[in-house]
């Protein structure tokens, strides 16, 4: 089932997610549809503040950023209850786009590798080391459960930049191709 997306200004998205219950299998259904729902936006990661659940959970599949950048790790792949234990390596700098910021794009830096604890769609526990796009995109989606957007990783120069186009997605002053929930 494809879910709205919730959009910057939403109060879900500033909230500080909760643990899933690992043993109550509830949450494997909803997996799925966070698989649909962030396909059919476009993207290569969502997180459930994005679809209004303030849980600890993320999707993500790297395997759209193949046709522009040809080497890059395919993964896919559910985090539940994820853990960033490290971050390492070079400063890496990509344009980031999120799906609860329509048509908002700007540089972020993040560390190139991380080292990270979670439990996959099966339920069973990892610990496992990325890198590249594949950790960035888990450090975007991670950052969604830590109450956090990609522009609050920008100098405060270019978030006075961008204050007006924040403010007119807040107020529900965007466009997007998919289903969205933004109160007024």
Known sequence: MILPIYIYGE?????????????NTDWKP????????????????LAGPQIGK???IFVIDSE???ESIPDVQIYKG????????????DDFV??????SLPHLNEDVVRKSNIHIEYYDENGEFHESDFSGYVARIIQHEYDHLEGRVFTDRLSPIKKMVI??????????????DYKTVRKK
Request: charged share 25%; glycine share 8%; hydrophobic share 45%.
């Open 163 to 176: 204050k007006r186009q924040l403010n007119d997605i807040a107020s529900g002053k965007f466009r997007a």
């Open 78 to 89: 559910a985090f539940i209850n994820p853990v960033i234990t490290e971050e390492w390596g």
């Open 54 to 56: 303030a849980i600890r």
């Open 11 to 23: 109060p879900v998205l500033r909230k500080l997610a909760e643990e899933v219950d690992v043993e």
């Open 94 to 99: 990509f344009c980031e786009g999120c799906l």
């Open 30 to 45: 909803l997996v799925a549809d966070m698989f649909e729902t962030m396909y059919h936006a476009g993207g290569v990661g």
């Open 64 to 66: 759209p950023f193949k």
